[in-house]
């Protein structure tokens, strides 16, 4: 019995070995049908691959530790938090993702919030207290001047706890990690540096351990050097460069109140002990927080997530964009499969004599059947290798357009197994989908209608390809639709004036921190750079504000009450959102003065005073009153009830983003009041980006030990804020196209092989007095048909399903007449397009020809 097994599993063997060979002879014979369906299958397969890449890097990759299945992220909720938090608090219930860094609980007051910032003393209580369930460790993320050997640069890294390493489960490349001794108060300040930080200020020197690396102007000795694949415990947020203990933290942030009870800061993860249940982990926490912060807050609550991926917090604002694409080339793959089927229908119609031959000779159904699929699996598999080579040049790109900017996400997008798995098992599904309804009928097969002539063929054999056809046009009109919306939704935001002049606007950051300069000394070397910058040739104008624009943020909560209207404060105290700016920062950015002035030079810390609000502000607050002269109480900026006199008033603008709605705002000299952070905008009459170098001359002759950072243009951080709309425009617009062509491809095989079968009656039908008029127009009636019924299938779902992507719409709805009408006139046209090349060629059909091809 295995002996007779063995020798059928090498005649099996033997077959499918001949059968390869066969299939791959008859695929170079037929070469524009390989290269059509190869090329087809690429892009399908290539486009799923490449998302498929970013969903696994950004949703499903696990921190590369070990067992990560042991890590959690510790988050707190509780009801009317009366503290202030440096970090995430928000209703719960609020995306997370439009968390603010810093904000305080009075606008939702009698709400419960969620926040991930924790007090250095707490976090020792739960530590110490939960030693037996889990290791809880700490950070918190680091923007610092750093020196290595030249000039100084900016460098993002993260303060740690000593068990921070320990916790994670991470090993060095070179030299140790932290350990309990590193978190000491007294001792040496040490640093950590990444593999990338490694390479790129020592040129992968093994000799770097124990060289000093200048962090804010305090020297900090390296000990050890981390491996190529961890980029961090917050994937998806800026690259981190380098890992400080706590212990040295008050030498490089003075205003880091390590100690305090109050100043809560620090976030906070645990690896749970071996055996260890999130229940008995969550009823312990639970206790030591509510013993601590019950004074702070009603129901104080620890929340324990999944964090084998980090404190991806970031990462869930990309799941449905990125679930949305995966759909998107899903259908694209679908119909390059139908294309695929198609086109094979009307080959095998054509290779029917052969199979028939085959038959006749002794080959039975499951061989025929297995021909035909290892075709197409050759097909399928040919198409996957050149997709995963389409998959690498297109993730970076999909990656560069998800992220607004040229440096693409902070995600690990390497091809791991399983993306490749996931190739294999889209090559596996293309090869069944577009082979097994050709298989199937070549299978069928009967030697003696295959012997028959052409003319003997029933019109029933193209059922099938009918079918097929009009699948493909109904699926080609979800991605034109989809594509048409997020166009209209890009030209409607792009259209958008958002109150200033973003075009020849250059922006930086200026990293003060380190200076070590009073206020009175800061505010003359923003002077002295705001009169250097301008003398730059090039330059027109330049500014001072405290912030960037359009970058999502924008300094809020400016409580303050008007003496002229105190029945305003009976409910809640007035907010406004707030800009510190430079006397130059109208004109620089094109913000008309429509009442009373901007500010000037004599605006200073002695003088009366004043403030310049927005259109909104006057409307919501001084609806029938002159605002010019009217007062604006506040306590802002340490100057306890300060009378702030409004002297003019600007047209509104939007700051936050381009699709917000404008706030009321306020607007403070920076002589006045001390600017919380320090950009400068640069309105130039040449290309922005070509004055950097004149930039950092300018500003390396005020004080060289001050780096720029953030160097980018006002356009470039628009462009960034409306990324996902050009994205989604650009690829459902590219992947819309490649669709339609796909389906010109099956339509016009379906048309070519209908001609050729046809032939015949052709030429009958000319010799009877048939006009070339009345042949074309049958052919394209035909294409017409397919394509309306296409169509009746493809509105009504494109209609269904659009509603769910009715939030990332802009100015129009999901059921926009125009879109459709317009993919619908697009679809018919490039239908009828594709039936008239085999249109024209009947058209030339010589009846005394036809009648003899047989």
């Given at each position: 019995?295995?002996?007779?097994?063995?020798?059928?599993?090498?005649?099996?063997?033997?077959?499918?070995?001949?059968?390869?060979?066969?299939a791959?002879?008859?695929?170079?014979?037929?070469?524009?049908?390989?290269?059509?369906?190869?090329?087809?299958?690429?892009?399908?397969?290539?486009?799923?691959?490449?998302?498929?890449?970013?969903?696994?890097?950004?949703?499903?990759?696990?921190?590369?530790?070990?067992?990560?299945?042991?890590?959690?992220?510790?988050?707190?909720?509780?009801?009317?938090?009366?503290?202030?938090?440096?970090?995430?608090?928000?209703?719960?219930?609020?995306?997370?993702?439009?968390?603010?860094?810093?904000?305080?609980?009075?606008?939702?007051?009698?709400?419960?919030?969620?926040?991930?910032?924790?007090?250095?003393?707490?976090?020792?209580?739960?530590?110490?207290?939960?030693?037996?369930?889990?290791?809880?460790?700490?950070?918190?993320?680091?923007?610092?001047?750093?020196?290595?050997?030249?000039?100084?640069?900016?460098?993002?890294?993260?303060?740690?706890?000593?068990?921070?390493?320990?916790?994670?489960?991470?090993?060095p490349?070179i030299?140790?990690?932290?350990?309990?001794?590193?978190?000491?108060p007294?001792?040496?300040?040490?640093?950590?540096?990444?593999?990338?930080?490694?390479?790129?200020?020592?040129?992968?020197?093994?000799?770097?351990l124990?060289?000093?690396?200048?962090?804010?102007?305090?020297?900090?000795?390296?000990?050890?050097?981390?491996?190529?694949?961890?980029?961090?415990?917050?994937?998806?947020?800026?690259?981190?460069?380098?890992?400080?203990?706590?212990?040295?933290?008050?030498?490089?942030?003075?205003?880091?109140?390590?100690?305090?009870?109050?100043?809560?800061?620090?976030?906070?993860?645990?690896?749970?002990?071996?055996?260890?249940?999130?229940?008995?982990?969550?009823?312990?926490?639970?206790?030591?927080?509510?013993?601590?912060?019950?004074?702070?807050?009603?129901?104080?609550?620890?929340?324990?997530?999944?964090?084998?991926?980090?404190?991806?917090?970031?990462s869930?604002?990309?799941?449905?964009?990125l679930?949305?694409?995966?759909?998107?080339?899903?259908?694209?793959?679908?119909?390059?499969?139908?294309?695929?089927?198609g086109?094979?229908?009307?080959?095998?119609?054509?290779?029917?004599?052969?199979?028939?031959?085959?038959a006749?000779?002794?080959?039975?159904?499951?061989?025929?059947?297995?021909?035909?699929?290892?075709?197409?699996?050759?097909?399928?598999?040919?198409?996957?290798?050149?997709?995963?080579?389409?998959?690498?040049?297109?993730?970076?790109?999909?990656?560069?357009?998800?992220?607004?900017?040229?440096?693409?996400?902070?995600?690990?997008?390497?091809?791991?197994l399983?993306?490749?798995?996931?190739?294999?098992?889209?090559?596996?599904?293309?090869?069944?989908?577009?082979?097994?309804?050709?298989?199937?009928?070549?299978?069928?097969?009967?030697?003696?209608?295959?012997?028959?002539?052409?003319?003997?063929?029933?019109?029933?054999?193209l059922?099938?390809?009918?079918?097929?056809?009009?699948?493909?046009?109904?699926?080609?009109?979800?991605?034109?639709?989809?594509?048409?919306?997020y166009?209209?939704?890009?030209?409607?935001l792009?259209?958008?004036?958002?109150?200033?002049?973003?075009?020849?606007?250059?922006?930086?950051?200026?990293?003060?921190?380190?200076?070590?300069?009073?206020?009175t000394?800061?505010?003359?070397?923003?002077?002295?750079?705001?009169?250097?910058?301008?003398?730059?040739?090039?330059?027109?104008?330049?500014?001072?504000?405290?912030?960037?624009?359009?970058?999502?943020?924008?300094?809020?909560?400016?409580?303050?009450?008007?003496?002229?209207?105190?029945?305003?404060?009976?409910?809640?105290?007035?907010?406004?959102?707030?800009?510190?700016?430079?006397?130059?920062?109208?004109?620089?950015l094109?913000?008309?003065?429509?009442?009373?002035?901007?500010?000037?030079?004599?605006?200073?810390?002695?003088?009366?005073?004043?403030?310049?609000?927005?259109?909104?502000?006057?409307?919501?607050?001084?609806?029938?009153?002159?605002?010019?002269?009217?007062?604006?109480?506040?306590?802002?900026?340490?100057?306890?009830?300060?009378?702030?006199?409004?002297?003019?008033?600007?047209?509104d603008?939007?700051?936050?983003?381009?699709?917000?709605?404008?706030?009321?705002?306020?607007?403070?000299?920076?002589?006045?009041?001390?600017?919380?952070?320090s950009?400068?905008?640069?309105?130039?009459?040449?290309?922005?980006?070509?004055?950097?170098?004149?930039?950092?001359?300018?500003?390396?002759?005020?004080?060289?030990?001050?780096?720029?950072?953030?160097?980018?243009?006002?356009?470039?951080?628009?462009?960034?804020d409306?990324?996902?709309?050009?994205?989604?425009?650009?690829?459902?617009?590219?992947?819309?196209?490649?669709?339609?062509?796909?389906?010109?491809?099956?339509?016009?095989?379906?048309?070519?092989?209908?001609?050729?079968?046809?032939?015949?009656?052709?030429?009958?039908?000319?010799?009877?007095?048939?006009?070339?008029?009345?042949?074309?127009?049958?052919?394209?009636?035909?294409?017409?048909?397919?394509?309306?019924?296409?169509?009746?299938?493809?509105?009504?779902?494109?209609?269904?399903?659009?509603?769910?992507?009715?939030?990332?719409?802009?100015?129009?709805?999901?059921?926009?007449?125009?879109?459709?009408?317009?993919?619908?006139?697009?679809?018919?046209?490039?239908?009828?397009?594709?039936?008239?090349?085999?249109?024209?060629?009947?058209?030339?059909?010589?009846?005394?020809?036809?009648?003899?091809?047989?």
């Amino acid at each position: 019995m295995n002996i007779q097994s063995k020798q059928q599993g090498w005649v099996w063997l033997g077959q499918l070995i001949q059968d390869i060979r066969y299939a791959f002879r008859t695929l170079l014979k037929n070469p524009v049908f390989t290269a059509i369906a190869v090329i087809s299958l690429a892009l399908g397969i290539g486009a799923n691959t490449a998302i498929f890449s970013l969903v696994n890097g950004i949703l499903l990759r696990s921190l590369p530790v070990s067992n990560p299945q042991e890590l959690r992220v510790m988050q707190w909720s509780g009801a009317d938090p009366a503290l202030g938090v440096h970090g995430r608090l928000l209703p719960v219930g609020v995306d997370t993702r439009k968390g603010s860094d810093s904000m305080k609980a009075g606008p939702w007051a009698g709400q419960r919030h969620i926040s991930n910032a924790f007090s250095y003393p707490l976090y020792k209580d739960l530590r110490e207290q939960c030693a037996a369930q889990a290791d809880i460790f700490g950070y918190d993320d680091l923007i610092v001047t750093a020196r290595t050997q030249g000039e100084p640069f900016i460098a993002r890294g993260m303060i740690v706890t000593g068990n921070f390493f320990t916790g994670l489960g991470v090993r060095p490349v070179i030299g140790r990690l932290f350990t309990a001794e590193d978190e000491r108060p007294d001792a040496a300040p040490v640093v950590a540096i990444t593999y990338a930080f490694w390479q790129k200020q020592f040129n992968l020197d093994p000799g770097v351990l124990g060289r000093p690396v200048t962090l804010n102007g305090n020297s900090h000795t390296i000990v050890g050097v981390l491996p190529r694949e961890f980029i961090g415990v917050t994937p998806g947020s800026d690259e981190t460069e380098f890992y400080v203990s706590f212990s040295p933290q008050s030498s490089i942030f003075s205003s880091y109140f390590q100690t305090q009870t109050d100043y809560w800061w620090i976030k906070l993860m645990a690896r749970m002990k071996p055996g260890m249940k999130d229940t008995r982990l969550q009823a312990a926490l639970d206790v030591t927080f509510a013993a601590q912060a019950g004074s702070f807050m009603k129901e104080p609550k620890i929340e324990l997530s999944d964090g084998r991926a980090g404190a991806a917090y970031t990462s869930e604002g990309y799941r449905k964009t990125l679930l949305i694409l995966l759909g998107t080339v899903g259908i694209m793959l679908l119909v390059a499969c139908a294309n695929i089927a198609g086109l094979s229908l009307s080959r095998g119609a054509v290779r029917r004599h052969e199979l028939a031959v085959r038959a006749a000779l002794g080959a039975g159904r499951v061989r025929l059947l297995r021909q035909s699929l290892t075709e197409s699996l050759m097909l399928a598999l040919l198409g996957g290798m050149l997709g995963i080579v389409l998959a690498v040049w297109g993730r970076n790109i999909v990656s560069r357009l998800l992220a607004g900017s040229p440096d693409g996400l902070y995600y690990d997008l390497s091809l791991d197994l399983r993306v490749l798995g996931f190739t294999l098992a889209m090559a596996v599904v293309a090869a069944l989908l577009s082979g097994l309804l050709p298989a199937f009928r070549a299978s069928r097969v009967d030697p003696v209608d295959g012997l028959k002539d052409r003319a003997a063929l029933g019109t029933s054999r193209l059922r099938a390809g009918r079918l097929l056809v009009t699948a493909q046009v109904a699926l080609t009109m979800l991605l034109l639709v989809g594509g048409g919306l997020y166009i209209r939704t890009l030209v409607n935001l792009v259209k958008i004036d958002p109150g200033f002049t973003v075009e020849n606007v250059l922006l930086f950051n200026l990293n003060t921190d380190s200076a070590g300069l009073s206020d009175t000394a800061m505010n003359q070397l923003y002077k002295q750079a705001q009169e250097s910058l301008s003398t730059i040739p090039g330059v027109r104008s330049a500014t001072l504000i405290d912030t960037k624009l359009l970058d999502g943020r924008l300094p809020g909560g400016a409580f303050f009450t008007l003496p002229a209207h105190p029945e305003l404060t009976k409910y809640m105290q007035p907010q406004a959102d707030h800009l510190t700016v430079s006397e130059t920062f109208f004109t620089t950015l094109d913000v008309p003065i429509l009442l009373g002035r901007g500010f000037t030079t004599t605006d200073v810390e002695d003088s009366t005073q004043v403030v310049v609000v927005n259109e909104t502000f006057v409307k919501k607050y001084f609806s029938k009153e002159y605002p010019i002269g009217q007062v604006l109480r506040s306590d802002m900026f340490g100057k306890q009830s300060a009378d702030w006199n409004i002297v003019g008033v600007c047209r509104d603008a939007k700051y936050t983003g381009i699709k917000t709605d404008v706030s009321p705002t306020v607007y403070f000299s920076y002589r006045q009041v001390p600017a919380i952070a320090s950009y400068f905008a640069l309105r130039t009459s040449v290309p922005p980006l070509s004055l950097v170098s004149a930039v950092r001359k300018a500003m390396a002759a005020l004080n060289p030990n001050i780096p720029l950072s953030d160097i980018t243009t006002q356009k470039a951080v628009r462009d960034k804020d409306i990324s996902q709309e050009i994205m989604f425009a650009c690829l459902c617009g590219a992947l819309a196209v490649l669709t339609v062509l796909l389906s010109c491809i099956g339509l016009y095989g379906l048309m070519a092989y209908n001609v050729a079968r046809r032939t015949s009656e052709i030429g009958i039908r000319m010799a009877l007095g048939a006009t070339p008029s009345n042949i074309a127009r049958s052919i394209l009636r035909e294409a017409f048909i397919l394509a309306v019924t296409g169509l009746t299938i493809g509105v009504p779902v494109a209609l269904a399903l659009t509603r769910f992507i009715k939030s990332q719409l802009y100015g129009l709805s999901p059921s926009d007449p125009v879109t459709m009408i317009g993919a619908c006139v697009l679809l018919i046209a490039v239908s009828l397009l594709s039936a008239w090349i085999p249109a024209h060629r009947a058209l030339r059909i010589s009846p005394m020809e036809a009648l003899r091809c047989e």
